[in-house]
Nanobody
Framework: QVQLVESGGGLVQAGGSLRLSCAAS????????MGWYRQAPGKQRELVAL???????NYADSVKGRFTISRDNAENTVYLQMNSLKPEDTGVYYC???????????WGRGTQVIVWP
């Protein structure tokens, strides 16, 4: 199974930017979708952004216009550019790879993002 490793999290002031990376141990081209999820303290994990194999993207309403997801199949890496960060963006950000057939879903261990006012 593919291994995913997130990086790029940290502490940033509101209004600042961070770029998260998700490096895969193998090819990500075969996955139908790659996504970024986040989990804030005391809350359920939620979808932040999704990029399909064809390149189309979907975003949570709360991040539209501020976050951009991209993928580099040659480097087996998925990115999340986060701009105009808000304190409510604080959480652990997880990378996910999802294949429909045969069913396969992999998660990274997460990277912490803290946005202070």
């Amino acid at each position: 199974q593919v291994q995913l490793v997130e990086s790029g999290g940290g502490l940033v002031q509101a209004g600042g930017s961070l770029r998260l990376s998700c490096a895969a141990s193998g090819s990500i081209f075969r996955f139908n979708a790659m996504g970024w999820y986040r989990q804030a303290p005391g809350k359920q994990r939620e979808l932040v952004a999704l990029i399909l194999n064809g390149g189309s993207t979907n975003y949570a309403d709360s991040v539209k216009g501020r976050f951009t997801i991209s993928r580099d199949n040659a480097e087996n890496t998925v990115y999340l550019q986060m701009n105009s960060l808000k304190p409510e963006d604080t959480g652990v950000y997880y990378c996910n790879a999802n294949l429909i057939l045969p069913p396969e879903s992999a998660w990274g261990r997460g990277t912490q993002v803290i946005v202070w006012p």
